[in-house]
């Protein structure tokens, strides 16, 4: 019964062209797509290693996509939690949803208050991608596009980016909310 069990497995491995010894792309180094196999891509996806071949998600789950430049916070996430999360649920009006321990008008407080947006990126990922349950539907708030929520995701896979320019323009502590909006 054995050997008949270990035959059918190992034609089983056969038909589905299995081999034992199969390559790891991951962390590769690449300059564009064509340098790494399906289902790998080339990304900026560690820190200080240039363009990687990475597996971003599993098979039928989305991760966010990958064209074009890394959204920031002050170019492109601060204007859609402004519109979609802000008003009266994740700002300093949380009275529709009583969430008092984080907001989302912000990206970092200033002297160790409540979490901003940085401190959530992975939960605003989760909620605004992943699950797609926030904004509720039945909130009178503008819902994020299908690009706007891939935009989301992005941002917050790649480390939630301030703005572009950090480092060479002073930012507040509130992501610039109070003069730009």
């Given at each position: 019964?054995?050997r008949l069990l270990?035959?059918?497995?190992?034609s089983?491995?056969?038909?589905?062209?299995?081999?034992?010894?199969?390559?790891?792309?991951?962390?590769?180094?690449?300059?564009?797509a064509?340098?790494?196999?399906?289902?790998?891509v080339?990304?900026?996806?560690?820190?200080?290693?240039g363009?990687?071949?990475?597996?971003?998600g599993?098979?039928?789950?989305?991760?966010?996509?990958?064209a074009g430049?890394?959204?920031?916070?002050?170019?492109?996430?601060?204007?859609?939690m402004?519109?979609?999360?802000?008003?009266?649920?994740?700002?300093?009006d949380?009275?529709d949803?009583?969430?008092?321990?984080f907001?989302?008008?912000?990206?970092?407080p200033?002297?160790?208050?409540?979490p901003?947006a940085?401190?959530?990126?992975?939960?605003i990922q989760a909620r605004?991608?992943?699950?797609?349950?926030m904004?509720?539907p039945?909130r009178?708030?503008?819902m994020?596009?299908?690009?706007?929520?891939e935009?989301?995701?992005?941002?917050?896979?790649?480390?939630?980016?301030?703005c572009?320019?950090a480092?060479t323009?002073?930012?507040?502590?509130?992501?610039?909310?109070?003069g730009?909006l």
């Open positions: 019964m054995k270990a035959s059918a497995s190992l089983v491995c056969v038909a589905m062209a299995c081999t034992p010894d199969a390559i790891d792309f991951t962390g590769k180094t690449c300059e564009d064509r340098d790494c196999p399906r289902p790998y080339c990304v900026a996806a560690r820190p200080g290693e363009r990687t071949c990475e597996v971003l599993l098979p039928g789950v989305p991760d966010g996509g990958d430049p890394v959204p920031t916070w002050c170019e492109d996430i601060q204007a859609i402004a519109a979609s999360c802000v008003s009266s649920c994740h700002g300093a949380a009275s949803s009583g969430v008092t321990s907001r989302l008008d912000y990206y970092a200033e002297d160790g208050g409540i901003g940085h401190a959530m990126a992975a939960r605004a991608y992943v699950f797609q349950d904004p509720p039945w009178p708030v503008p994020p596009t299908a690009q706007e929520r935009r989301i995701a992005r941002w917050a896979r790649e480390g939630a980016p301030l572009a320019d480092g323009e002073e930012v507040p502590g509130d992501g610039g909310v109070d730009g």
